[in-house]
């Protein structure tokens, strides 16, 4: 049986995603009624499908952010980590991660893992301001390395030989 252990959330990023999401969607709301009323008005479609188009596009980014931040989620697992988007969930085994570094992205402290094909993926959580990074991330990050360092060292051992 799998053992389920430390799952992170991106919490922190909550308060700001809502009103990011607020403004997308009313961006989004205010294109459509524009290409709406621009095709009414002119009967040109190209127009207003460019309108909608945008505004689509403007609530599918908002809608996404959101479900991300509310749902998204990266957990220790025995078998990997496992890091679930809206695109379903991703299990890397432990022995195909080569770094977990925090980093800058925007205006939040993220954690990128790079695997040892070279490929990266930012991770859903931990995640924090990067102006005033909570303890909390610290701790995360601990937790991290240390749930990798165990479940790792076996194969990094086998693999000097």
Avoid at 28 to 44: F, H, K, P
Avoid at 45 to 68: D, K, Q
């Amino acid at each position: 049986m799998q053992q389920v252990g430390a799952r992170f959330r991106a919490d922190e990023a909550r308060r700001g995603t809502a009103w990011a999401t607020g403004l997308m969607s009313v961006a989004g709301v205010v294109q459509i009624a524009a290409g709406l009323v621009e095709g009414a008005l002119t009967s040109s479609v190209p127009l207003m499908g460019m309108y909608l188009v945008c505004g689509l596009m403007f609530l599918g980014i908002g809608w996404y952010a959101w479900w991300l931040v509310h749902h998204g989620y990266t957990e220790a697992t025995d078998a990997g980590l496992l890091v679930c988007r809206a695109g379903g969930p991703t299990v890397v085994p432990w022995a195909e991660i080569a770094e977990l570094r925090p980093i800058h992205r925007g205006r939040y402290l993220r954690v990128r893992m790079r695997r040892t094909n070279g490929r990266a993926l930012l991770l859903v959580a931990p995640l924090t301001r990067g102006s005033r990074p909570s303890p909390r991330f610290v701790a995360e990050m601990r937790s991290l390395h240390a749930w990798w360092y165990a479940r790792s060292a076996g194969a990094r051992q086998g693999s000097n030989h």
